[in-house]
């Protein structure tokens, strides 16, 4: 990742610092991102994985000024998007950066396209939103949109309904309209988990391409360690609301630090490996509504737990180079850890 | 023991079973209606002609995209589908074509385990009336045992005891799929159907009912037809695997053989559209082109042979039949 190195001396594209996000229940609000801060540079493609529930949605509707209204908000911390605080844009402001220097694609192609406008006119109505140009103009960007992301007869689909194409189909057309104005940041909010796996091989290998020859950021929100293996550069690692761990791809996989990370891993079955029996994480993921408020979030399904955990809440901690995370053990200011680490409490 | 021996003991000592299911040439077609008469269009050919075998104590797996007729296979053996052709012979007994009194006797042995943990439960009935059911249904029962059996049950599975005064609305997705399994266990079934029984979970629960499913084959005898499309899933649950696509089966070979060396093109293709999550293995990737055709309409010849890399003139013409063309190994491909 030698180009990254090196592109990370300029000014980061996206900088999140302190997020929080909370939603109202009952009247309260409860945090479901609490304290998340991350860079994405420049052309990179960064990775958030993590369980459901754990946040990675609800940070990227943040990103986007998506959350339900009334019911999410945004309670703390900065969004910087190419030096500008975004968190406090307006509304009509907002729609000026969406779609155009940010966008983003869904999970669920089935529902995200308006079944009752025809693929041209959906597309053409982002074009036309953010830049002075005839129908007639937008509609052959379309057609060549189309054809960019491996649609054939694009000149007939235009003119056709969603209801009419494939899931992979969709996600094609998704991914021309979130591109359509060249965006330098694109979220994908898990783009291939409706669709089949070697439909997935061909979304990937779009993304990827359109990532190089558009010189766009990405990022991936996923629960496939698979897919983050397959395309991203670094990988952000979420649990209950929290990054527990952040590192590069390689540095990830080779050398989870993270308890969380490191059952994830194992409890996957593989293709290269024969295992008798998968790791578990034993309990359930506290519920929003009752998160401990000091301490580890993972403590009480950690198998290294310590008594500590429960009442030093750890910090992102670098434990080698472009490797952070947050876990007692690892952490410098509590250098008991490092000596259980020693003894082994490390997990089997 | 390490696994490589305990795979191996595994595989010899299942070759001597009896054959439990075997199910023959089997069709499952859904007619295709409209028109003011619900005139009938055709047909959707959710399963063309299968043929396979499970013996007793083993797992067979089946992996296809979807809408390749995994599940319809499945729902066919338990008869909550027509077949439209071809025999299913349980135990030695055509199941086929019986009804009634004597279907339901049947069934007794064969359960399934669903997919949506969140709608295959009842959410008026408390969780031990939901396991008592299929008790109920075969047996004259006395309540204080019926009671603690299936307080048992739920221990068995993972769950506490008071689950059985609570309702499905209370537990996670994964508790769900364990009331599931034990539902399905009630009736100390022979044969258990899981259709996609862990594509609603997150990672870490997904492994433990994995766990909890492999630990009830040893522990009661269990054979399992494992339906999935997530084929990582698949090679870890199954000893051997079936390969479908577009309602015919185009690969059957031992849990080893289909990984190490995939004969079909599709097969192929699919092991190797699976992003590993190891940054180490960069693999060569066959991607490919276009989507399944529609079942209704499917392809003459090779059901594959409209994306198939290595297709010839002969594939549109003739549907290649499944053939064993190693020990153990079926494929159907004129390749071999």
Redesign the interface.
């Given at each position: 990742m030698s180009a990254n190195n090196f592109t990370a001396k300029k000014a980061p594209i996206l900088q999140v610092k302190n997020l929080q996000t909370g939603f109202k229940i009952d009247g309260d609000y409860y945090n479901a991102v609490e304290g998340v801060s991350f860079d994405v540079d420049r052309k990179q493609i960064v990775g958030v994985v993590g369980e459901s529930g754990c946040g990675k949605s609800v940070m990227s509707l943040s990103i986007m000024q998506l959350l339900p209204q009334g019911i999410g908000k945004i309670r703390g911390g900065e969004i910087t998007f190419e030096g500008e605080n975004i968190s406090e844009f307006s509304d009509k402001k907002m729609n000026q950066i969406r779609g155009k220097d940010i966008s983003m694609i869904f999970q669920e192609p089935m529902t995200s396209l308006n079944p009752v406008f025809t693929i041209g006119y959906q597309i053409e109505e982002v074009i036309l939103n953010h830049e002075k140009i005839s129908k007639k103009e937008a509609r052959l960007r379309s057609v060549a949109l189309l054809k960019s992301v491996g649609i054939p007869r694009a000149e007939k689909i235009v003119e056709e309904y969603p209801h009419q194409l494939s899931g992979g189909m969709r996600q094609r057309v998704m991914i021309a309209m979130a591109i359509a104005c060249q965006p330098k940041l694109l979220i994908a909010d898990e783009p291939t988990t409706a669709l089949d796996v070697t439909v997935q091989a061909q979304i990937l290998e779009l993304l990827k391409g359109i990532q190089e020859s558009n010189d766009m950021a990405i990022i991936l929100i996923t629960h496939d360690l698979g897919v983050v293996a397959e395309i991203c550069d670094e990988v952000i690692v979420m649990y209950a609301g929290k990054i527990v761990e952040r590192a590069s791809v390689d540095e990830l996989f080779n050398n989870p630090k993270h308890p969380y990370t490191d059952l994830l891993m194992k409890a996957i079955p593989k293709m290269t490996e024969d295992v008798e029996k998968l790791a578990t994480i034993e309990g359930l993921v506290p519920s929003v509504i009752n998160m401990p408020q000091v301490g580890c979030r993972f403590a009480n399904r950690c198998p290294a737990a310590m008594p500590e955990c429960l009442t030093v809440t750890p910090m992102l901690n670098d434990v080698a180079s472009n490797h952070q995370t947050a876990c007692l053990l690892y952490d410098s200011s509590w250098p008991e850890g490092e000596t259980r680490q020693r003894e082994g409490a490390t997990i089997q | 023991m390490t696994?490589?021996d305990?795979?191996q003991e595994r595989i010899d000592s299942l070759e001597e079973r009896e054959v439990l299911l075997d199910v023959q040439n089997l069709k499952t077609y859904y007619p295709v209606t409209g028109g003011f008469f619900k005139r009938v269009l055709g047909h959707v050919k959710a399963v063309d002609d299968i043929s396979f075998t499970i013996r007793r104590g083993e797992t067979l797996g089946l992996v296809g995209?979807?809408g390749c007729g995994k599940s319809t296979t499945g729902r066919t053996i338990l008869r909550l589908a027509k077949p439209t052709d071809g025999k299913i012979l349980f135990n030695g007994k055509d199941i086929t074509k019986v009804s009634g009194k004597k279907l339901q006797q049947a069934r007794r042995d064969f359960q399934m385990v669903f997919q949506d943990p969140y709608a295959s439960l009842n959410p008026m009935q408390m969780v031990g009336d939901i396991i008592a059911e299929p008790i109920l249904n075969y047996e004259k029962r006395n309540k204080k045992e019926l009671e603690k059996e299936i307080k048992a049950l739920l221990t068995r599975v993972g769950l506490p005891e008071e689950a059985y005064y609570k309702y499905a609305h209370e537990f996670?997705g994964g508790q769900r799929q364990r009331i599931g399994i034990a539902r399905a266990l009630a009736l100390n079934p022979k044969l258990i159907i899981a259709d996609e029984p862990v594509s609603a979970l997150?990672?870490?629960v997904?492994?433990?009912v994995?766990?909890l499913l492999?630990e009830l084959q040893e522990e009661f005898d269990l054979t399992y037809l494992f339906i999935a499309?997530d084929?990582?899933?698949v090679?870890?649950?199954s000893d051997r695997i079936g390969v479908m696509y577009l309602g015919n089966l185009v690969e059957v070979a031992s849990n080893k053989d289909l990984?190490r060396e995939p004969l079909h093109p599709y097969t192929q293709?699919?092991?190797?559209?699976?992003?590993?999550?190891?940054?180490?293995?960069r693999k060569e990737?066959i991607?490919?082109?276009g989507?399944?055709p529609s079942p209704q309409n499917p392809p003459t010849g090779c059901p594959f042979h409209t994306r198939c890399p290595m297709a010839m003139e002969v594939c549109s013409q003739k549907k290649p039949p499944l053939k064993e063309v190693r020990p153990g190994h079926h494929v159907a491909c004129v390749l071999y």
């Amino acid at each position: 990742m030698s180009a990254n190195n090196f592109t990370a001396k300029k000014a980061p594209i996206l900088q999140v610092k302190n997020l929080q996000t909370g939603f109202k229940i009952d009247g309260d609000y409860y945090n479901a991102v609490e304290g998340v801060s991350f860079d994405v540079d420049r052309k990179q493609i960064v990775g958030v994985v993590g369980e459901s529930g754990c946040g990675k949605s609800v940070m990227s509707l943040s990103i986007m000024q998506l959350l339900p209204q009334g019911i999410g908000k945004i309670r703390g911390g900065e969004i910087t998007f190419e030096g500008e605080n975004i968190s406090e844009f307006s509304d009509k402001k907002m729609n000026q950066i969406r779609g155009k220097d940010i966008s983003m694609i869904f999970q669920e192609p089935m529902t995200s396209l308006n079944p009752v406008f025809t693929i041209g006119y959906q597309i053409e109505e982002v074009i036309l939103n953010h830049e002075k140009i005839s129908k007639k103009e937008a509609r052959l960007r379309s057609v060549a949109l189309l054809k960019s992301v491996g649609i054939p007869r694009a000149e007939k689909i235009v003119e056709e309904y969603p209801h009419q194409l494939s899931g992979g189909m969709r996600q094609r057309v998704m991914i021309a309209m979130a591109i359509a104005c060249q965006p330098k940041l694109l979220i994908a909010d898990e783009p291939t988990t409706a669709l089949d796996v070697t439909v997935q091989a061909q979304i990937l290998e779009l993304l990827k391409g359109i990532q190089e020859s558009n010189d766009m950021a990405i990022i991936l929100i996923t629960h496939d360690l698979g897919v983050v293996a397959e395309i991203c550069d670094e990988v952000i690692v979420m649990y209950a609301g929290k990054i527990v761990e952040r590192a590069s791809v390689d540095e990830l996989f080779n050398n989870p630090k993270h308890p969380y990370t490191d059952l994830l891993m194992k409890a996957i079955p593989k293709m290269t490996e024969d295992v008798e029996k998968l790791a578990t994480i034993e309990g359930l993921v506290p519920s929003v509504i009752n998160m401990p408020q000091v301490g580890c979030r993972f403590a009480n399904r950690c198998p290294a737990a310590m008594p500590e955990c429960l009442t030093v809440t750890p910090m992102l901690n670098d434990v080698a180079s472009n490797h952070q995370t947050a876990c007692l053990l690892y952490d410098s200011s509590w250098p008991e850890g490092e000596t259980r680490q020693r003894e082994g409490a490390t997990i089997q | 023991m390490t696994t490589r021996d305990f795979v191996q003991e595994r595989i010899d000592s299942l070759e001597e079973r009896e054959v439990l299911l075997d199910v023959q040439n089997l069709k499952t077609y859904y007619p295709v209606t409209g028109g003011f008469f619900k005139r009938v269009l055709g047909h959707v050919k959710a399963v063309d002609d299968i043929s396979f075998t499970i013996r007793r104590g083993e797992t067979l797996g089946l992996v296809g995209e979807s809408g390749c007729g995994k599940s319809t296979t499945g729902r066919t053996i338990l008869r909550l589908a027509k077949p439209t052709d071809g025999k299913i012979l349980f135990n030695g007994k055509d199941i086929t074509k019986v009804s009634g009194k004597k279907l339901q006797q049947a069934r007794r042995d064969f359960q399934m385990v669903f997919q949506d943990p969140y709608a295959s439960l009842n959410p008026m009935q408390m969780v031990g009336d939901i396991i008592a059911e299929p008790i109920l249904n075969y047996e004259k029962r006395n309540k204080k045992e019926l009671e603690k059996e299936i307080k048992a049950l739920l221990t068995r599975v993972g769950l506490p005891e008071e689950a059985y005064y609570k309702y499905a609305h209370e537990f996670s997705g994964g508790q769900r799929q364990r009331i599931g399994i034990a539902r399905a266990l009630a009736l100390n079934p022979k044969l258990i159907i899981a259709d996609e029984p862990v594509s609603a979970l997150d990672v870490s629960v997904q492994s433990q009912v994995l766990n909890l499913l492999k630990e009830l084959q040893e522990e009661f005898d269990l054979t399992y037809l494992f339906i999935a499309h997530d084929l990582s899933v698949v090679k870890h649950m199954s000893d051997r695997i079936g390969v479908m696509y577009l309602g015919n089966l185009v690969e059957v070979a031992s849990n080893k053989d289909l990984y190490r060396e995939p004969l079909h093109p599709y097969t192929q293709a699919l092991i190797s559209a699976i992003p590993e999550p190891n940054t180490e293995i960069r693999k060569e990737r066959i991607v490919l082109q276009g989507d399944v055709p529609s079942p209704q309409n499917p392809p003459t010849g090779c059901p594959f042979h409209t994306r198939c890399p290595m297709a010839m003139e002969v594939c549109s013409q003739k549907k290649p039949p499944l053939k064993e063309v190693r020990p153990g190994h079926h494929v159907a491909c004129v390749l071999y």
